[in-house]
């Protein structure tokens, strides 16, 4: 497997418990800020300031605009960016110090491991990952790892919209083609990122057109190696953190998260299937 995936495979549940766990909306809540999305994309977005829903959609991608604009800007109003973010912390650490297995010796380890990887990365059209690389790094070891995880996901992240909009797809267009691969349903990713039956629909027809999708809508010849290349980009954008840690740090990474990834997914913190499309590493 290529050494950008491992790594990724490895470390994103740590990072991903924020979505599928209670404390973070709970805290959301507490601040005031209405509803469970809401709480979602301002607890993504806050390192990036108040923006407002166009913005967000644009750095988002995936996220039918309607859902974001229901959010933004309007929850900017019930608490700041820097309440958020705290808040969110918080969260995260009451979530990892109740999942996580209770032999955590290499979670020191794990932490500067991923911060060498971190200081690796070059944010050049990443906004949301060059946001995320601005957030003071905590003095805690589990507010350390999580950060650490979090700015390496969305470089990833980031890189893979890069590499879907050179390929001329829209945010739905790419999501399409993602389920026609069969690694998400349709059923999971339509629902979580907001878009609707008549948005599908067009999105198909645009990608028929283009010869990506056949009319049951799987993939074209055409389509397979388009998927394969934003994958391949995908990858080859997030080398840098890679060559950082080089062949025996990405080994001693996946050796350090695995087992620790793999509690979440087994004790079923992370479900798996999953929006995100992120395996039992």
């Not at 027809?205 to 934003?230: F, K, M, Q």
Request: hydrophobic share 45%; with cysteine.
């Amino acid at each position: 497997m290529n050494q950008a995936r491992r790594l990724w495979e490895a470390v994103e549940p740590l990072h991903a418990v924020v979505y599928f766990t209670p404390e973070p909306a709970d805290a959301a809540r507490a601040l005031g800020v209405p509803g469970w999305w809401a709480g979602y994309f301002t607890g993504r977005l806050a390192p990036l300031g108040p923006i407002d829903a166009a913005t967000a959609s644009a750095v988002l991608y995936g996220f039918a605009p309607g859902r974001v604009a229901k959010a933004l800007p309007g929850a900017w109003a019930h608490a700041s960016p820097q309440d958020v973010l705290a808040a969110r912390f918080d969260a995260v650490r009451a979530v990892l110090d109740r999942a996580l297995p209770a032999g955590r010796d290499g979670l020191e380890r794990l932490a500067a491991l991923l911060e060498t990887a971190v200081g690796a990365c070059r944010f050049e059209g990443r906004a949301l990952a060059a946001g995320w690389s601005g957030v003071p790094v905590p003095s805690d070891v589990v507010g350390r790892v999580w950060l650490a995880a979090t700015v390496l996901r969305e470089h990833r992240g980031d890189g893979h919209v890069l590499a879907g909009v050179h390929a001329g797809l829209r945010g739905l267009d790419a999501i399409l083609t993602h389920v026609a691969t069969g690694a998400i349903t349709r059923e999971s990713i339509q629902i979580s990122r907001g878009w609707s039956d008549e948005e599908w629909r067009e999105s198909h027809g645009r990608l028929v057109a283009l010869g990506l999708l056949d009319r049951a809508g799987g993939l074209t010849g055409s389509g397979e190696r388009v998927r394969r290349e934003i994958e391949e980009a995908t990858d080859r954008l997030a080398a840098d953190p890679v060559t950082a840690l080089g062949e025996a740090g990405v080994a001693e990474v996946v050796a350090l998260a695995t087992p620790l990834s793999r509690h979440l997914v087994d004790t079923g913190v992370i479900p798996v299937p999953n929006p995100i499309g992120a395996p039992r590493p």
